[in-house]
């Protein structure tokens, strides 16, 4: 079946350490999107690619880092820069051109700073 | 620049009880609109949306939206919910923009039914 894969599910971190969550698809989106989701907030933009290569900032991009080497792959960096990382991490894809499109998102990772 | 507010942050009602989670945007440009749904340490699923047309849109569970363009409103409703409907529900605005698809969500609401 076609799907976003997160990975890890639950990952624990100590201050000053950077840790990379994986988002793999296998739908053949162009589009890639990594969201922040905490609690009363909703989701807020990290970054963002529409193709391999190259990829632009959110509205919270300060203290992350992301790659866009392959279509199906789009890892996001928590540096030892971003001031409050305890969250759940969402990644989405969507497929064409539009303002319509449907974002499919992964199941999400949850990072915990101890 | 667009903008999405979810009035409520929790609603409760009871099983078979009707429902609606409000939702207001605002955008200068063309007007995509979305609900999301979010069970438990799970991601986000579309739940429906509302592109062109008609202006009632419907899921395949029972819930439907009203878009609005008046009140600059896209309220879901069900008429009867089901404990299975407990969730959180997003709802979002989406334009192209400068390349890039843009959607912003909203805070989201927590639906909660109680037998």
């Known amino acids: 079946d076609g799907g976003i894969t997160q990975s890890p599910k639950y990952l624990f971190r100590k201050e000053g350490q950077n840790v990379t969550l994986s988002c793999e698809q296998n739908?053949?989106?162009?589009?890639m999107y990594w969201y922040r989701q905490d609690p009363g907030q909703g989701l807020r933009l990290i970054y963002y690619?529409?193709?391999?290569?190259?990829?632009q900032k959110g509205d919270i991009a300060e203290g992350y880092s992301v790659s866009r080497e392959k279509k199906e792959s789009f890892p996001l960096t928590v540096t030892s820069a971003q001031k409050n990382p305890t969250a759940f991490y969402l990644c989405?894809?969507?497929?064409?051109?539009?303002?319509?499109?449907?974002?499919?998102f992964g199941a999400g990772s949850r990072l915990t700073v101890l | 620049a667009q903008s999405v507010t979810q009035l409520d942050s929790q609603v409760p009602v009871f099983e078979e009880a009707p429902v609606e989670l409000r939702c207001n945007y605002s955008?200068?440009?063309?007007?995509?609109l979305f609900w999301y749904v979010q069970y438990p340490n799970q991601g986000l699923q579309l739940l429906l949306k509302?592109?062109?047309?008609?202006?009632l849109v419907e899921s395949i569970n029972g819930f439907e939206a009203e878009f609005n363009k008046s009140q600059t409103s896209f309220h879901l409703r069900k008429p009867s919910v089901h404990i299975s409907d407990t969730a959180e529900y997003f709802c979002a605005v989406s334009d192209w923009i400068q390349g890039a698809q843009k959607l912003v969500f909203g805070q989201g609401t927590r639906l909660t039914i109680n037998p």
């Open positions: 509302y592109l062109s047309g008609s202006t």
């Open positions: 955008s200068s440009v063309s007007v995509y």
């Open positions: 739908l053949n989106h162009d589009a």
């Open positions: 989405a894809s969507a497929h064409g051109t539009s303002g319509a499109n449907v974002l499919t």
């Open positions: 690619s529409q193709i391999v290569n190259d990829f």
